[in-house]
């Protein structure tokens, strides 16, 4: 594979990388995407697979399907260990990747804040493998108190707390009510319901801070509506196993704590020598370069930009209009033009609550209920990436808004046998 | 949960399982059915899950929607760890379960004849699990290939042996030739596919052995079209890491053995004081029921019945008709009427080969090509349980008529990061 043409690595496939891999489709250079996983994970639906709305394969997309039409493009299936700025050469699970330019888009991993028990014992929503672990963990609670006859265990089990009153623990919570509600009470009729609760604790006075309080307002009554005990200034001090604990004192018994509330950049770009700070994010410069390091760029969740003052957000839209910026900013270093500083375009921000219910500010423009439904569903078959995936989406929403069913209620496959 | 009706407690949600459940819908009886998963599998298209050209939830079906329609039915997701015949109780996993009467229909397991490291070193093809596993692995040879150096370990990620020249390793060796020279091709452009090969071995000397010898010739030229190297009288004497040693002396390098030369019944029966002959198979009576314990029977691939001196075959429409059959004669049993021997009606058997091609056997007629291929793939649509199932495999299977597309090839979820 010996060629003139400069080597461009990109690591990470998420919307941050593969933009960036498209925009340099045709460009006169080699391009390497690297990631620990040979699909594209479309996140924003991340939570509808925890909650057994659709299978994992809905929104998964194989990475060399979407390399395939450019010539240009390589791909490679292996774990990033080190970045060796100094040598310009990735250190992988399957060998050293030399490169010319390098474009991060490695992502984010959740961020405890220090909440003692949190890693040790909540669940995610990062990866696929977490949302296949907690739908399984989810049904197996319910079959658990089926035949539990302690009704504290009982209602341990059939306890949920979700951690996080942003757009993820939102939708989780809202997902989770109406899997509760209605496929699995007509799965269980012998079971007693009463004590099938779903909490969410938000740290902060609001739900989905950052948007507008009429929205606000809206989401909170709406998952009240649907039987979500909702709990504001609820800041957790302690996860424990089958319990958390607030910062009032109170102490909740749960099997099952899903942490939403905090994300930060991967792990590992501070020992690489890359300067990052609040959050593990790399502070970029306005071109997305590393500063004193023309030749790496950081894009997506893992960098750090501000605008008009203010942090950029750690959502896919960023992420995706930072891969394009970068492809397009390394086709003018190519060419000895000068860069361009990145600017985010907001459109908006969306979060879906349940059937016929979500939120969006669009343009600055909110809207509540059907309509924001509507668009949720609109943007959001519209980006996922492949025709197949789609259909079955659709399919699958269509299941559930007319029948009132959730197909995919299945444990498997059997990740760790024992649960968390 | 007290009750003054029989408790008939059916033990494994196969196709023996699901018919008996079924069959006695209405009936004055308490059905429970216990298994470890919350799902059927349909198990004919297993191989296809292997072979990345359908989705696991594809041929996955929840116990409880199936049950939904039944009052009298209730679910137990357990595992049974030892049944005892003199008290009438199970023990599970979730603890001890009378019975009135019992029905086993665990299935069966892999027989590996005592060849030394097969159990170690093979791939199997009995489980969800099992599917996935073999899945991840095969898609991940390509990816090994594609960065190995060494032309020897190259050439061994990229040979696939499959032992066994029944219905799933003729089925399971053409799926994965198609895999291997449509998709994979495309997904690899700098490959060299030379070193790409599916080996089938079978011990007898012929591949199906059981069909007429015009099916068995068409199976094995058809396959070799298809690039297959089908080794006949090629007994396995040993399996290694990375090799096999066929009788003949010989050694074939590869990272992938795939065996499908035998299946026994479930392990354990034995320990239960169940009489268990030829490959841990339960001799039951005519009726299905074990000898001195007519409150229990044994159905599908456990059970052994000879019919017009020769054992039943361990396939999915025995145990079907078996179910049927059971249910029946619970009936009976409950009204104290005499109780019916079991009798097979062998419709005929069939296996597909790939595009265009399959082998079908239907009331005695033999079918080739095409017409036996829709034949097969009518009769699977058919069997399959549940409308959305049927949906996603036929747009599957279009996809790839269509699109020489397999859609799934995403190595998903990690089962075990370092592979078997």
Excluded: C
Excluded at 369 to 395: E, K, Q, T
């Amino acid at each position: 594979m010996a060629n003139e043409r400069p080597q461009v690595v990109i690591v990470g496939a998420g919307f941050g990388g593969l933009w960036a891999v498209r925009g340099l489709a045709g460009a006169p250079v080699d391009v390497l995407l690297v990631d620990r996983n040979n699909y594209h994970t479309f996140l924003p639906l991340l939570y509808q697979v925890a909650a057994a709305e659709l299978e994992p394969e809905a929104i998964a997309y194989p990475i060399r399907s979407i390399l395939r039409e450019m010539p240009n493009a390589r791909f490679l299936l292996a774990e990033v260990e080190e970045v060796d700025l100094a040598a310009r050469q990735l250190q992988t699970s399957v060998g050293p990747v030399p490169y010319d330019y390098l474009v991060l888009a490695l992502g984010s991993a959740p961020h405890f804040f220090g909440v003692p028990g949190a890693r040790e014992h909540a669940f995610t929503l990062k990866s696929m493998e977490d949302a296949i672990r907690l739908r399984n963990h989810v049904l197996g609670r319910f079959e658990a108190a089926q035949w539990q006859q302690d009704p504290d265990a009982r209602a341990r089990a059939l306890t949920f707390v979700v951690v996080g009153g942003g757009p993820t623990g939102v939708e989780f919570a809202g997902a989770l009510a109406e899997l509760i509600n209605g496929p699995l009470r007509r799965d269980y009729p012998d079971l007693d319901f009463r004590s099938a609760r779903v909490i969410l604790l938000e740290a902060q006075s609001t739900l989905l801070p950052g948007l507008p309080e009429r929205l606000q307002q809206y989401a909170r009554r709406r998952l009240e509506q649907m039987g979500v005990d909702v709990r504001l200034q609820a800041l957790v001090e302690e996860i424990a196993p089958a319990q958390v604990r607030i910062r009032a004192g109170e102490v909740i018994q749960s099997d099952t704590v899903v942490w939403t509330a905090g994300v930060q950049g991967v792990p590992g770009a501070d020992r690489w020598g890359l300067p990052t700070g609040r959050a593990g994010r790399v502070a970029v410069l306005p071109t997305l370069q590393v500063p004193g390091h023309p030749e790496v760029y950081v894009i997506g969740d893992l960098a750090y930009v501000e605008q008009e003052g203010r942090p950029l957000p750690m959502v896919a839209p960023v992420a995706t209009q930072q891969g394009k910026a970068v492809a397009a900013n390394l086709r003018r270093q190519l060419q000895g033009q000068e860069l361009q500083p990145f600017r985010y375009r907001d459109r908006g921000t969306m979060a879906t609550i349940g059937r016929n219910a979500a939120v969006a500010q669009v343009y600055g423009r909110s809207f509540t209920g059907f309509i924001a439904w509507v668009l949720w569903l609109g943007v959001h078959l519209f980006n996922l990436i492949g025709f197949r995936n789609r259909l079955l989406v659709m399919l699958s929403w269509a299941w559930d808004y007319f029948f009132y069913e959730r197909v995919v209620r299945l444990q498997m496959p059997r990740l760790d046998p024992d649960g968390k």
